[in-house]
């Protein structure tokens, strides 16, 4: 909580290091700061002033104290999940050793065939880290995959989306891997195996863009999601990559978003995970004429860490229904449980017109009229994808976990099977716990148009020394 609020020691060394107030940029850091604060303890800063800026490092230990004041003596106790005695119906094809510990931060199919996986590698301690970026094909009838192009973007590529034909797919380069204020994240167009074309530079570090046709004009505007670290941005480009920007949101956090016309209403709306300390779920209901409005659907603490969102009718209605994961839990190097860690898969009763958003707290998160259909107790979340994986004619959900407790049988990857009837089985992989996961896309690699493949990429294993192993940097999951 307090590294999500800027009290941790990264927010120490930047008030020693910057004199406060400093300059424009610190105002607004601290500005956001004080907010923020107030936001979650009014009582102890009940006035916004600048002034508090000098003095608030010197009021830590108030902030501190406050919290371990209203902080229940035991932690509530850990849900645990009821897991089938069937293993998920999923094969591991492990995709070759690295020559060094590497995260990879993006997968996703190729729209010319074959897939992408990204991310950076740590080749040595003191070198700084090397971002890589590669294409590879699935070889026909075999379990064996081919690199078919490679390059070195300037840093790690985050997501992709199909750029206009013949021209590949347009990528969002994270610009520095840990959330901060720095603009050095990107857009650049990759048609493989030239060089990847920068498109637009200077961004707010960022976790991604979408693409969609938002004003219906037929030309792709692009919703780029500053995740930023105090401040952030969620912006739309119209047009193109270069497109005029329409600032939606200019708070942290913006995470990842999809796009459909929630409401049927004609209009493309789309929907936004808006972590950091916020912890949103925002529906933008496109009202035309490029104009949004703004309905809070979620709200939830910062021990949720939402992290990922999809859309899709489970249940076969005909209207959509949310399926989240919450699981963040990357401000601890051995981060603790938690209880509210999982996937929970939402509802909206009479139709999305009708959800009007913003609805009081409820046992401590803020609930809008929606209804949860499902939830499954799961340490760490993380990602999830939506597809009908056993071709039964209904969406299936499949999920990775990060934070599997040491010594437990906690999976690091889930199938979450529909039954029908708002009923769903939970599948554990156990072959997986011997892999970290970390991003995760559904991707029909045999181009046969049967059941998706999972690409699933990895981050490095640590051993019990706590050293970075190599290993592969992404797998496939087949369907049996
Ligand atoms: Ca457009
Ligand atoms: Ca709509
Ligand atoms: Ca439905
Ligand atoms: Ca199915």
Redesign the pocket.
């Known amino acids: 909580m307090a590294v999500r609020m800027g009290l941790g020691s990264r927010y120490q060394r930047w008030v020693e290091t910057s004199g406060l107030p400093g300059g424009v940029d610190d105002a607004v850091e601290v500005e956001a700061l004080i907010k923020e604060l107030q936001a979650d303890a009014p009582s102890l800063l009940p006035a916004l002033d600048l002034q508090e800026a000098k003095t608030l490092w010197g009021r830590f230990e108030e902030v501190r104290d406050y919290y371990l004041a209203n902080a229940p003596s035991e932690p509530r106790p850990l849900p645990e999940a009821k897991w089938s005695p069937t293993p998920a119906p999923f094969r591991i094809l492990a995709g070759p050793s690295t020559d060094g510990p590497a995260l990879t931060t993006l997968v996703g199919p190729y729209p010319g065939g074959g897939f992408l996986v990204g991310g950076v590698s740590f080749r040595s301690r003191n070198a700084p880290p090397t971002s890589w970026l590669e294409q590879w094909r699935r070889e026909p009838g075999k379990a064996n995959f081919k690199r078919v192009a490679q390059q070195e973007p300037e840093s790690a590529p985050v997501s992709m989306s199909a750029a206009p034909p013949e021209r590949g797919v347009w990528l969002t380069l994270i610009g520095e891997l840990q959330s901060e204020q720095s603009t050095r994240a990107a857009i650049v167009e990759w048609a493989p195996p030239a060089a990847p074309r920068n498109l637009r530079s200077g961004l707010i570090r960022s976790s991604g863009t979408l693409v969609d046709d938002w004003d219906a004009d037929g030309k792709p505007d692009l919703l780029f999601h500053g995740f930023g670290y105090h401040t952030g941005k969620l912006s739309l480009f119209w047009g193109a990559p270069d497109g005029p920007e329409s600032v939606l949101d200019d708070g942290p956090g913006a995470m990842f978003s999809v796009a459909a016309d929630l409401d049927s209403d004609g209009h493309r709306d789309f929907v936004t995970l808006i972590s950091q300390h916020r912890e949103e779920i925002v529906w933008f209901r496109n009202l035309g004429g490029r104009k949004f409005e703004r309905r809070l659907l979620l709200k939830f603490h910062p021990g949720y860490g939402l992290s990922h969102l999809v859309v899709a009718d489970f249940d076969g209605d005909g209207i959509f229904e949310l399926a989240i994961t919450n699981g963040d839990n990357s401000d601890f190097f051995e981060p603790p449980p938690r209880p509210d860690h999982g996937l929970r898969v939402y509802s909206a009763p009479g139709g999305w017109v009708k959800v009007t958003g913003s609805a009081p707290p409820v046992n401590g998160s803020f609930k809008s009229q929606l209804r949860e259909l499902y939830s499954l107790p799961l340490q760490g979340a993380y990602q999830l994808a939506t597809s ?9 959900i499949a999920v990775l976990a990060r934070y599997a407790r040491p010594g437990s049988e906690d999976p690091s990857f889930a199938y979450v ?2 039954l029908g009837q708002e009923r769903f089985s939970a599948h554990r992989l156990p072959a997986m716990q011997g892999y970290s996961p970390m991003v995760l896309r559904a991707a029909d690699l045999s181009g046969r148009g049967r059941a998706p493949d999972l690409l699933v990429g990895l981050r490095p294993a640590r051993s019990k020394s706590g050293k970075s192993n190599a290993g592969p940097a992404w797998l496939v999951l087949s369907p049996e």
Do not use: V
Request: charged share 65%; net charge negative.
């Open positions: 009908d994986f056993d071709k039964d004619g209904d969406a299936d099977k529909n």
